[in-house]
């Protein structure tokens, strides 16, 4: 695989965070950077722009308004939205309530796209809409919020099985996975994750590879991947919530998995 058909994997893959932990730039900082980040183009970014709904008036009040945002549900109901670019909305799928009706109670517009938040377990039975997608947690401010590579592996494989779209969220702060002392927990890794959805295209348990730490294996796993099922995995995995959109750019370039110019 040459670097332009590499970079079809990584293309679109980080949406913008940066109002959410840690990082937590304010409204104005964090736009700033999302605009900065639209003027340069970077074909990583999908230049989504991810707003609590709490905070959508505060958006609203700023001058610049992003090209894409993902609403990111914080509050009991959905606030009007019409007037804004979103293109999706994200929001945890209550205990016992199946995934259809909570996309009827939200009775999203066609061109809005609902993923529902749900947390790994080691067996996932949930029947899932055409349409709707679900997003899954990598990580967060304590410990106990990073899923055992065992249950993101049960998530991957259902997704994959069941042809059902993902966006993972939270932890994904480097490529590789790595430990954090801070927290005393392995934190997941961004190209961890995308080849394990790699892996279970190709029928191969995603766990093995979610648990690696060998750069170089990762790396020649990565320069491995058929464009077929690059294709097949990125349309599943639609993307990762960062709180940073350069550093993303830095570990692939680091990585030699996307160039210079990305």
């Given at each position: 695989?040459?670097?332009?058909?590499?970079?079809?994997?990584?293309?679109?893959?980080?949406?913008?965070?940066?109002?959410?932990?840690?990082?937590?730039?304010?409204?104005?900082?964090?736009?700033?950077?999302?605009?900065?980040?639209?003027?340069?183009?970077?074909?990583?970014?999908?230049?989504?722009?991810?707003?609590?709904?709490?905070?959508?008036?505060?958006?609203?009040?700023?001058d610049y308004r992003p090209r894409r945002i993902g609403l990111i549900m914080d509050m009991p109901e959905l606030p009007a939205f019409d007037d804004l670019p979103v293109d999706l909305v994200e929001t945890p799928l209550p205990d016992g309530t199946p995934v259809e009706t909570l996309a009827d109670q939200l009775g999203l517009p066609d061109e809005v796209r609902l993923f529902a938040e749900v947390v790994p377990p080691?067996?996932?039975?949930?029947?899932?809409?055409?349409?709707?997608?679900?997003?899954?947690?990598?990580?967060?401010?304590?410990?106990?919020?990073?899923?055992?590579?065992?249950?993101?592996?049960?998530?991957?494989?259902?997704?994959?099985?069941?042809?059902?779209?993902?966006?993972?969220?939270?932890?994904?702060?480097?490529?590789?996975?790595?430990?954090?002392?801070?927290?005393?927990?392995?934190?997941?890794?961004?190209?961890?994750?995308?080849?394990?959805?790699?892996?279970?295209?190709?029928?191969?348990?995603?766990?093995?590879?979610?648990?690696?730490?060998?750069?170089?294996?990762?790396?020649?796993?990565?320069?491995?991947?058929?464009?077929?099922?690059?294709?097949?995995?990125?349309?599943?995995?639609?993307?990762?919530?960062?709180?940073?959109?350069?550093?993303?750019?830095?570990?692939?370039?680091?990585?030699?998995?996307?160039?210079?110019?990305?």
């Open positions: 695989m040459d670097l332009g058909t590499m970079s079809g994997l990584y293309t679109a893959l980080v949406d913008d965070a940066g109002l959410f932990p840690p990082t937590s730039l304010h409204m104005d900082e964090a736009l700033a950077r999302n605009r900065r980040d639209l003027e340069r183009g970077n074909p990583v970014l999908t230049h989504r722009f991810l707003c609590p709904a709490s905070r959508l008036d505060r958006l609203r009040g700023m080691r067996k996932m039975a949930i029947d899932v809409p055409d349409g709707v997608g679900l997003k899954v947690r990598c990580g967060g401010l304590t410990a106990d919020a990073f899923p055992p590579v065992e249950h993101l592996g049960v998530f991957i494989r259902f997704c994959v099985e069941s042809d059902v779209p993902f966006k993972a969220t939270a932890g994904l702060h480097h490529a590789v996975r790595h430990f954090d002392p801070s927290l005393g927990v392995d934190r997941h890794g961004f190209l961890n994750l995308v080849l394990a959805v790699c892996e279970a295209v190709e029928g191969r348990d995603p766990v093995p590879v979610l648990r690696a730490t060998d750069v170089g294996h990762l790396v020649r796993l990565a320069r491995a991947v058929p464009e077929e099922t690059a294709k097949q995995a990125r349309r599943l995995l639609v993307s990762y919530g960062s709180c940073s959109t350069s550093t993303p750019l830095e570990d692939l370039r680091t990585l030699g998995l996307i160039g210079e110019a990305q």
